[in-house]
């Protein structure tokens, strides 16, 4: 089970911390990503880390403003969003991907379908 929060409503150029805590106590087996989803489109992939937090990746309308990290003793994985743009408003998803023998390190996962697991949704509103 996946609770996520920190979404709010912010001015552009402002700053969030989102947060995605798991119950899953087998939490560092899970690669986590986010996704967002802004009215009338569909959802999107955001970032990504792999179960060890050393592997990142992003779209590339966040490279360099938004920062994928986790805690694994803490079950739980950290979007910090910098540099916000109205753009970015929407409703931010966290994910989990249970770990294959067959990922072997690659963590461009970027679909919907390659998750396992959804959290329920907290909503960023960027103010112009």
């Known amino acids: 089970q996946l609770q996520a929060s920190g979404g709010g409503l912010v001015q552009a150029g402002g700053s969030l911390r989102l947060s995605c805590a798991a119950s899953?106590?087998?939490?560092?087996?899970?690669?986590m990503g986010w996704f967002r989803q802004a009215p009338a489109k569909e959802r999107e992939f955001v970032a990504v880390?792999?179960?060890?937090?050393?592997?990142?990746y992003y779209r590339d309308s966040v490279k360099g403003r938004f920062t994928i990290s986790r805690e694994n003793a803490k079950n739980t994985v950290y979007l910090q969003m910098n540099s916000l743009k109205p753009e970015d408003t929407a409703v931010y998803y966290c994910?989990?991907?249970?770990?294959?023998?067959?990922?072997?390190?690659?963590?461009?996962?970027?679909?919907?379908?390659?998750?396992?697991?959804w959290g329920q949704g907290t909503q960023v509103t960027v103010s112009s």
């Open positions: 899953e106590r087998t939490f560092n087996n899970y690669a």
């Open positions: 880390i792999s179960w060890s937090g050393g592997r990142t």
């Open positions: 994910a989990a991907r249970i770990l294959r023998t067959s990922d072997s390190g690659y963590i461009y996962y970027t679909k919907r379908t390659e998750y396992d697991y």
